[in-house]
């Protein structure tokens, strides 16, 4: 800490670690009660199965595009289910309704949302564009934008938030 960062899914895994030990939920419960529900996320849940019975028809499906131009499947690992680094399922109109509960300051406080999209300051004064959870280097325009992507086995994501702008890119792909 204060010299160096890394990013790093397996500290998400163990921070919902931490979610489920103080909450007495699991990471599933937890995100159901606490936002998913509240904000009337109905098409957003942290993917979880037992078996192949337990998919959700209704669901994109990843797939990876072969030399050959056929699709493969390509999706979630059944039995490595690791929980916290990933593995939220959701819509766009969803995660609209995420950045507008971050605009009005309904879904953190508004001293937590300014700690998250702070940029991290090392000991020697050096800077990295990373807040909690947020990457946040300007624009090539110099605005301001808060944002994070991912991607794990037939899926890409970004979700970006531009506050000078009050504008908000989703991008969700298989």
Do not use: C
């Not at 500290?11 to 103080?22: D, I, T």
């Not at 508004?110 to 280097?137: I, P």
């Amino acid at each position: 800490p204060g010299e160096k960062w890394q990013y790093s899914n397996t500290g998400y895994s163990l921070l919902a670690s931490v979610v489920e030990r103080v909450s007495g939920q699991t990471f599933y419960e937890y995100m159901d009660n606490t936002f998913f529900g509240p904000l009337n996320m109905e098409s957003t849940a942290v993917y979880r199965v037992k078996n192949d019975s337990d998919f959700d028809e209704n669901r994109s499906w990843g797939y990876r595009e072969m030399l050959n131009g056929q699709k493969r499947p390509n999706d979630q690992i059944p039995l490595f289910n690791l929980v916290g680094g990933g593995g939220i399922y959701s819509t766009a109109a969803d995660l609209f309704k995420w950045s507008q509960a971050l605009d009005s300051g309904s879904l953190l406080s508004e001293d937590s949302w300014k700690q998250a999209t702070t940029v991290t300051q090392y000991a020697d004064g050096k800077v990295k564009e990373y807040g909690f959870g947020w990457m946040l280097s300007p624009t090539k325009q110099g605005k301001k934008s808060v944002r994070h992507s991912g991607h794990w086995r037939g899926f890409k994501a970004m979700f970006a938030k531009f506050p000078e702008q009050q504008q908000t890119i989703i991008i969700l792909t298989n």
